[in-house]
């Protein structure tokens, strides 16, 4: 009954900006991490940036300075603002949760969005 939804994909210039969002919903009793990555056609999905539910970052080296990752624990929500986009940026971004959450017990559990299409190219 988790859900994660996200927003925000679409068609970019190279240089310019895109902001993602993920809103996370259902029996949720706490959020351990959320964020984002990624997966290019004929690539394996890669990390792209997560934040705990204590404000802690971590972002890989490909896109370090030019995306900045923020959250809201009492939304239950995570937003990725995307700068200076580049082709090679162009990608099915997938949000990311682990949540403690779940019917009958609880657990920690991993979960994924649909994804949504961001594309980089003029």
């Known amino acids: 009954q988790v859900q994660l939804v996200e927003s925000g994909g679409g068609l970019v210039q190279p240089g310019g900006s895109l902001r993602l969002s993920c809103v996370a919903s259902?029996?949720?009793?706490?959020?351990?991490?959320m964020g984002w990555y990624r997966q290019a056609p004929g690539n394996q999905r890669e990390l792209v940036a997560t934040?705990?539910?204590?404000?802690?970052?971590n972002y890989a080296d490909s896109v370090k300075g030019r995306v900045t990752i923020s959250g809201d624990n009492a939304k239950q929500m995570v937003s990725l603002q995307m700068t200076s986009l580049k082709p090679e940026d162009t990608a099915v971004y997938y949000c990311?949760?682990?949540?403690?959450?779940?019917?009958?017990?609880?657990?920690?559990?991993?979960?994924w969005g649909q994804g949504t299409q961001a594309t980089v190219s003029s």
């Open positions: 990311y949760a682990r949540l403690l959450a779940g019917r009958p017990t609880l657990s920690w559990t991993d979960y």
């Open positions: 934040i705990t539910s204590g404000g802690i970052t």
């Open positions: 259902g029996s949720i009793v706490s959020i351990g991490a």
